[in-house]
C-alpha cells in the first residue's frame, strides 16, 4: 500500500471535531451536546462522500430512519450508497 508521509489529510479530517469541541462546550445539556455530534457526523459524513450536505441532510431526515428498517434499507441512506449519491451530489 501507499503511505502519506504528512498526517495532513487526517489533521484535516479530525479539524470540524476540535472546532466543534469549543462550541459543544456551550451546549444547555449533555443530549444537546450529544445531539449536535450526532448532526455534525453526519454533515462531515456527506463532505467525505462527496454529497452536497444541503440536498443530503432534508433527503436523510425526508426518509426518517428508524429502528423498525432493515439493513438494506438502511445501507441506501448511507451517504456512500449510490442512491444517495445519486440523490445529493454536487
Not at 472546532?19 to 456527506?46: C, D, H, Q
Request: net charge neutral.
Amino acid at each position: 500500500g501507499h503511505c502519506s508521509l504528512s498526517n495532513n489529510l487526517s489533521e484535516n479530517a479530525i479539524r470540524p471535531f476540535t472546532v466543534g469541541r469549543k462550541n459543544w462546550l456551550f451546549s444547555a445539556s449533555p443530549k444537546g451536546a450529544a445531539s449536535s455530534a450526532i448532526v455534525y457526523t453526519m454533515v462531515e459524513m456527506a463532505k467525505a462522500n462527496d454529497l452536497n450536505t444541503y440536498k443530503y441532510l432534508p433527503y436523510l431526515l425526508s426518509q426518517r430512519p428508524d429502528d423498525k428498517m432493515s439493513d438494506e434499507q438502511l445501507e441506501q441512506l448511507a451517504p456512500w450508497s449510490e442512491t444517495a449519491k445519486t440523490n445529493c451530489q454536487n
